[in-house]
């Protein structure tokens, strides 16, 4: 079974810390995806990679930044948390198919106080 | 670029009582269309997927969805629910990867 995890199911950070969220992944995908998801917006892509030290800007990239040293680690970086950054964060990957589905992770809820 | 519409942010429906989904897709050039379903403080597991072929396609749990190219649908039903079926479920579209899109979601609750 694919297996994507992610670092911590719940992080609780005050305005202004720098936030490392961590996802691995163990089926050797190539692509890899930070999504952020919020009640009644569904999941909006922040960044993604195809491949390592690869990135490319999904739809909100603001305050976001990413690293993919490893081709099984995807980071995504808060440089300064907000309060509107408040919300779960969800990790995925898949194969490069045009019809290959994307396997999540099981989310990390932030808090930003 | 492709989009989702979810019509129902909310679906409350009896235990064994049938229920549909809607979901219907905006896009110029020919679409994979996913469901995928979130149980609470989870993260998302695909029921199903069309990518060609049989306009009826089925997953797991018993949930099948129909695409319908002329009114660019793909609904989500179930003929008999159970408890546990509780949990918010997403449609989502590709057409090139990685750009797939989610609708907002639609929560499902199922009552005893």
């Known amino acids: 079974d694919v297996k994507v995890t992610q670092s911590s199911r719940y992080l609780v950070k005050r305005t202004g810390e720098k936030v490392f969220l961590e996802c691995v992944q163990d089926?050797?995908?190539?692509?890899m995806f930070w999504y952020r998801q919020d009640p009644g917006l569904g999941l909006r892509l922040i960044y993604f990679s195809y491949d390592v030290k690869m990135k490319e800007k999904g739809d909100i990239p603001e305050g976001y930044s990413v690293s993919r040293e490893k081709k099984e680690r995807f980071s995504l970086i808060l440089e300064s948390a907000s309060t509107n950054q408040t919300s779960m964060y969800l990790c995925?990957?898949?194969?490069?198919?045009?019809?290959?589905?994307?396997?999540f992770g099981p989310g990390t809820r932030l808090t930003v106080l | 670029a492709q989009s989702v519409t979810q019509l129902d942010s909310q679906v409350p429906v009896f235990e064994e009582a049938p229920v549909e989904l809607r979901c219907n897709y905006s896009s110029s050039v020919s679409v994979y269309l996913f469901w995928y379903v979130q149980y609470p403080n989870q993260g998302l597991q695909l029921l199903l997927k069309?990518?060609?072929?049989?306009?009826l396609v089925k997953g797991i749990n018993g949930f099948e969805a129909e695409f319908n190219k002329s009114q660019t649908s793909f609904h989500l039903r179930k003929p008999s629910v159970h408890i546990s079926d509780t949990a918010e479920y997403f449609c989502?579209?590709?057409?090139?990867?990685?750009?797939?899109?989610f609708g907002a979601g639609t929560r499902l609750t199922v009552k005893p």
């Open positions: 069309y990518l060609s072929g049989s306009t």
């Open positions: 089926m050797d995908h190539e692509n």
């Open positions: 989502a579209v590709s057409v090139v990867q990685p750009d797939m899109r």
């Open positions: 995925a990957s898949s194969w490069t198919g045009d019809a290959d589905e994307q396997f």
